[in-house]
């Protein structure tokens, strides 16, 4: 079932021939599709096309049908003033803007590989928790671990610039750049953030004051992450409390 998320994908990645045509046999060169719009307007806003003979830099609306301009009342809208090209699956109407200004239209239905929809076919049919995997057999093995190894040097490559920021941080202190990257790492993927914030806020230096004093640690570490209060009738929760201020004053 064709829909305007999927056309959306088909545009942004431009998974299009070498050229297109509009419904009045105009030749489109897609220089860029532009940037998909989340808020009010068009679905794509800074596009770029060679439209017969001639350069276009504007905005794109996506729809399924170009009747669906007509049922959105994108005509009364001046925030459409500005589209160069109605992008659509089936042509069945003319489009104007606010201005009266006829906009070109581009049918996909005729122009999109066939094979791109089949596969989209079956991954929406598919129940699997990863629809693509039964594909992986059909690409060949050295794909695979280019893949593989273009993801790990992408990723060595993301944690040692991270590893740098944190020692740009902490002023090339490795112990406190190693504390604070340990303390982001038992957030895991949810709550990295604020464990790294805590320990920030809360030098090494400092819990290494008390030591010998686990309990004050740890009065230390739930202070700091705003995990201790006054209304907690626990005699532990009150002694934190207690132990966390003196650390801070003393």
């Known amino acids: ?134 594909l992986i057999g059909d690409v060949p093995r050295h794909i695979v671990f280019n893949m593989l190894e273009t993801c790990y040097f992408e990723s060595l490559e993301t944690k040692m610039k991270y590893v740098g920021l944190m020692c740009r941080k902490t002023r090339s202190n490795l112990d406190e750049a190693s504390y604070c990257l340990i303390s982001r790492s038992f957030g895991v993927k949810v709550n990295n953030d604020p464990f790294e914030a805590t320990a920030l806020a809360l030098p090494l230096s400092i819990l290494m004051r008390y030591y010998g004093s686990p309990t004050t640690v740890e009065s230390l570490l739930f202070g700091q992450a705003n995990m201790l209060s006054d209304k907690y009738s626990d005699a532990n929760c009150q002694l934190s409390c207690i132990l966390w201020r003196g650390a801070i004053l003393s």
């Open 1 to 134: 079932m064709i829909n305007e998320m999927l056309l959306s994908f088909i545009w942004r990645q431009r998974l299009l021939p070498p050229f297109l045509f509009t419904v009045d046999n105009k030749k489109v060169d897609v220089l860029s599709p532009g940037t998909l719009n989340s808020d009010q307007g068009p679905d794509f806003i800074g596009s770029e096309l060679y439209m017969d003979n001639t350069l276009w830099s504007g905005n794109v609306e996506i729809h399924v049908r170009s009747s669906d301009w007509l049922v959105h009342c994108h005509q009364l809208d001046r925030n459409y003033d500005n589209v160069i090209c109605h992008v659509v699956w089936n042509y069945d109407v003319d489009v104007y803007s606010f201005l009266g200004d006829k906009i070109p239209t581009i049918e996909l239905s005729s122009q999109i590989p066939s094979h791109l929809l089949s596969n989209y076919e079956y991954l929406m049919r598919n129940l699997s928790s990863i629809p693509c995997e039964k």
